[in-house]
T-cell receptor
Framework: AQSVTQLGSHVSVSEGALVLLRCNYSSSVPPYLFWYVQYPNQGLQLLLKYTSAATLVKGINGFEAEFKKSETSFHLTKPSAHMSDAAEYFCAVTYRGMNTGNQFYFGTGTSLTVIP | NAGVTQTPKFQVLKTGQSMTLQCAQDMNHEYMSWYRQDPGMGLRLIHYSVGAGITDQGEVPNGYNVSRSTTEDFPLRLLSAAPSQTSVYFC??????????????FGEGSRLTVL
């Protein structure tokens, strides 16, 4: 079965501290992986995506993620948190070569709080 | 370029009423989908479509109908609303299935309350 697990439904960091949001996937085939951000009362916006090129992916707003096949992980990081980073973050996975609608599977989300 | 547009943004229904959530995209995307978002459960796929005239069920299809008569539009119908359908609904689209790397583009959501 294909699935995504986000460890920690709530994460708090101080402004200027490292942000680390965890995502692990379960897959029997090579995945494509995505991180989305959702600000209050808005839709989801793409932060970054891994599509089998470089394993270290850089996204918008200073975020990056590293695909680690051996650990089946795609953790999201940012060196220095900003107040504007406070939001809900979702990890998602889809798979290569599927023809059944190329469905995306989403994690349950991590709410990031940034403490001034 | 509007992207994915959903209407209405807010709706309150009584149990048993029916309604349609509208979704339109102007990116010529073949794939369109509907998700519901509930606290602690992430996004769950309701229905999806891989092109005009083609729809299929997702993870939680019961109580919802969809149709796809044009590439641009993908309405979601609630047949007889129930309190369990209180949720935030998102429409999302992506480009051709041949480009498996394409990300989903989301609308801003429709917040539905069923009393």
């Amino acid at each position: 079965a294909q699935s995504v697990t986000q460890l920690g439904s709530h994460v708090s960091v101080s402004e200027g501290a490292l942000v680390l949001l965890r995502c692990n996937y379960s897959s029997s085939v090579p995945p494509y992986l995505f991180w989305y951000v959702q600000y209050p009362n808005q839709g989801l916006q793409l932060l970054l995506k891994y599509t089998s090129a470089a394993t270290l992916v850089k996204g918008i707003n200073g975020f990056e993620a590293e695909f680690k096949k051996s650990e089946t992980s795609f953790h999201l990081t940012k060196p220095s948190a900003h107040m504007s980073d406070a939001a809900e973050y979702f990890c998602a996975v889809t798979y290569r070569g599927m023809n059944t609608g190329n469905q995306f599977y989403f994690g349950t989300g991590t709410s990031l709080t940034v403490i001034p | 370029n509007a992207g994915v547009t959903q209407t209405p943004k807010f709706q309150v229904l009584k149990t048993g009423q029916s309604m349609t959530l509208q979704c339109a995209q102007d990116m010529n995307h073949e794939y369109m989908s509907w998700y519901r978002q509930d606290p602690g459960m992430g996004l769950r796929l309701i229905h999806y479509s891989v092109g005009a005239g083609i729809t299929d069920q997702g993870e939680v299809p019961n109580g919802y109908n969809v149709s796809r008569s044009t590439t641009e539009d993908f309405p979601l119908r609630l047949l007889s609303a129930a309190p369990s359908q209180t949720s935030v609904y998102f429409c999302a689209s992506r480009r051709s299935l041949g480009a498996n790397t394409g990300e989903l583009f989301f609308g801003e959501g429709s917040r539905l309350t069923v009393l």
